[in-house]
């Protein structure tokens, strides 16, 4: 089951193809789920050169982007902010977003928003999980669809 309103295109990876996975340890199950689903589907695909940086929260994810960016042709960073009781999800997501799209901006280089901004641990679960909306194997499709688009 999926909640994507169109199709992706079946797209030829380049085995030169380079690919950064900055990883959240903050909600580590509900990432890995994604991460899983992520190098899985890259590794159908052909991708074979994956670099994986584990970074403490989401709010790090845009230093370990940084960090991999220069060496990568696209970055996938994976982080889920849950709503608490405080503010700091509003602060998180909305920086993090921004913060990643600046960094795609500034390098010329396609970052994926790989980043779930859910209310509560059961929707982050549920885009998480591979037999329900498996936004994980989303990421990747969007990934290789953009680097074809761009080495075309
Ligand atoms: N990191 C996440 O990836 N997801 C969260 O839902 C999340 N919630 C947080 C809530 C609070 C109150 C704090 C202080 C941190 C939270 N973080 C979360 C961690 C944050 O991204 C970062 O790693 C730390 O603030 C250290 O810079």
Redesign the pocket.
């Given at each position: 089951m999926s909640d994507s309103s169109f199709n992706f295109q079946t797209v030829t990876a380049d085995p030169a193809w380079k690919i950064g996975i900055v990883k959240?340890?903050?909600?580590h199950e509900i990432?890995n789920m994604l991460a899983s689903e992520v190098v899985k589907h890259l590794e159908v695909s052909g991708i074979k050169l994956i670099e994986i940086c584990e970074?403490?929260?989401?709010?790090?994810?845009i230093a370990g982007a940084q960090k991999l960016i220069s060496k990568c042709d696209l970055i996938i960073p994976l982080?889920?902010?849950?709503?608490?009781e405080?503010t700091?999800?509003e602060l998180?997501s909305e920086t993090?977003t921004q913060g990643l799209m600046d960094l795609m901006i500034k390098n010329d280089k396609p970052v994926i928003m790989g980043l779930l901004a859910t209310e509560n641990e059961e929707q982050a679960l549920k885009r998480a999980n591979p037999d329900q909306l498996n936004k994980g194997k989303e990421f990747a499709q969007s990934a290789l669809e953009i680097l074809a688009l761009r080495n075309n």
């Open positions: 959240s340890k903050w909600n990432v970074v403490p929260g989401s709010w790090e994810l982080g889920v902010v849950i709503r608490g405080t700091h999800y998180i993090v």
